[in-house]
């Protein structure tokens, strides 16, 4: 097959999004639907990549930057979809092989899809191919016109006539094409049409009078030409997406208990009996392992959580690492670069912050654990906190194994409390404690024989004068 190219058009301004952003950034099921398109892309193995920009063109090559290899042109003004096809002429000169065109705003298309299309282009020997769509509601698409397996024209909808606007087949807008004939053939369109604008569909009807051969080769699955158009058909396709995503999970062995409230990033894996309650949101490049339970109202972010891992309710975990029969929860924060080892437990209402939480080491209620290494079998006292940032600089707190922080302890870093070493209960440690030793910081405490007696006293006398 001769080398393929990939051209995605993403210049136009989605008018009905009512957004400053442009129309292919916005997120499905999480992800920016154009990096569907681009992966798609990507999958096909083509030989070029490139996305013809134009509103808001600074924002969206900015947003593409991580996507290696992609090329962009830019199309200003948006004169419609043929104009924005001219705008790639320069990099194509005297490039041959097959032109895949797709748009920015399909995201469902698959790579098999796309697959079938150009062997269906080669099988046909056709300088364009369309790929089509039967669909009920064929209202806003453009028609296709056909004589058999030749296609002999494509008529926009607004510019159709009542008979044509009753063709239920309709052009997904996506196409492979020739290279070769393709820019010469673009220069003759016209902009003579209810929307004054340049349309690549008047292409068939040049190619027709060239006799070329036009061909279209009809989708299976229909949902996978679906565009988006506006704010309710982008929750409409998220939905789908999530669904397919949910069902995946559970064909996989996961028991999702309210599925319909189960977020699940594309990319996430999750391991067999794991069971997630309502309400879950599992993001980015997060991955669960076996037997984990995550509980309701929990958002899992970039983390990587292994197998037999508990999650209490309302718990955030992002960038952070939680590995065999860690429990955390229920609310509980587990910011970036943390790393709970192996049974360790982070109770209720504790934040914990680029800290290393060693095996089998508890803190369990209402703490902040920042900057910290922690050992292993470690007991951390309700209300202790790191003091970390002196207003300057973070500084780090080392606990080693087996210490015991006495509760509404403040360690004041940097500090070290040494091997096995106890604090007392309400010490501000400024000083680092050697191993084995007791640090205590906090006043004296003084007991007043008698002062609540002589207190009242002393009232009575107020208020008889
Ligand atoms: C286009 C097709 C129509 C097809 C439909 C499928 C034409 C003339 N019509 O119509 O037959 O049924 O897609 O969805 O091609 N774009 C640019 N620059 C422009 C105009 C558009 O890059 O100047 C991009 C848009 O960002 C979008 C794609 O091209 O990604 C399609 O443009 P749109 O305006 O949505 O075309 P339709 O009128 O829907
Ligand atoms: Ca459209």
Not at 61 to 79: D, K, N, T
Not at 275 to 281: A, C, E, H, K, N
Not at 371 to 384: P, S
Request: with cysteine; proline share 3%.
């Amino acid at each position: 097959m001769p080398a393929t190219h990939v051209l995605v058009l993403a210049a136009g301004k989605g008018t009905r999004m009512i957004s400053a952003r442009p129309k292919v950034l916005h997120h499905v099921a999480g992800a920016p639907m154009i990096d569907y398109v681009l992966d798609t892309a990507a999958a096909l193995g083509a030989a070029t990549r490139t996305v013809v920009v134009g509103h808001e063109a600074g924002q969206l090559r900015a947003a593409l930057a991580g996507h290696a290899g992609l090329r962009f042109v830019l199309q200003e003004p948006q004169l419609g979809t043929a104009h924005a096809v001219r705008q790639a002429e320069a990099l194509f000169a005297g490039v041959t092989g097959t032109l895949v065109l797709l748009s920015g705003d399909v995201p469902l298309l698959s790579a098999d899809t796309l697959g079938a299309l150009l062997a269906h282009h080669e099988a046909a020997g056709a300088a364009a191919t369309i790929l089509t769509a039967v669909v009920n509601d064929p209202s806003g698409y453009g028609r296709i016109l056909r004589d058999g397996d030749f296609v002999l024209g494509i008529v926009e909808h607004r510019d159709a006539t009542d008979a044509e606007r009753g063709i239920r087949e309709i052009n997904s807008g996506i196409y492979a094409f020739d290279l070769e004939p393709l820019f010469p053939a673009l220069a003759e369109i016209a902009s003579n049409n209810a929307q004054k604008e340049y349309y690549l569909t008047d292409l068939v009807a040049i190619y027709r009078r060239a006799g070329r051969t036009v061909s279209a080769l009809v989708v299976d699955r229909e949902e996978e030409i679906l565009g988006i158009n506006s704010r309710v058909e982008l929750a409409a396709m998220s939905q789908r997406v999530w669904q397919a995503r949910r069902a995946a999970l559970m064909s996989a062995g996961v028991t999702l208990e309210d599925p319909a409230t189960t977020y699940v990033d594309r990319g996430v894996s999750v391991g067999a009996d794991t069971v997630i309650g309502p309400g879950v949101s599992l993001l980015g490049r997060t991955s669960v392992g076996a037997r984990a339970v995550i509980h309701g109202g929990v958002r899992i972010v970039d983390s990587a959580l292994s197998d037999d891992v508990t999650v209490l309710d309302h718990c955030l975990v992002v960038g952070s690492r939680l590995a065999d029969g860690v429990s955390v929860g229920p609310f509980a924060h587990i910011r970036p670069g943390s790393e709970l080892c192996a049974g360790s437990r982070v109770g209720n209402f504790v934040e914990v912050k680029k800290t290393k939480l060693g095996r089998g080491s508890k803190a369990n209620h209402l703490a902040y654990l920042g900057d910290a290494t922690i050992g292993e079998k470690v007991n951390i006292g309700a209300g202790t906190i790191t003091c970390n940032y002196d207003g300057v600089s973070k500084n780090r707190t080392v606990i080693e194994d087996g210490v015991f922080i006495g509760s509404d302890s403040q360690l004041v870093a940097p500090v070290t409390i040494g091997e096995g070493a106890y604090v007392a209960a309400g010490s501000s440690i400024t000083k680092s404690v050697p191993a084995g030793a007791l640090g205590i910081a906090r006043s004296k405490q003084v007991n007043k024989e008698g002062w609540v007696r002589l207190k009242k006293a002393l009232r009575g006398t107020e208020k008889k004068t």
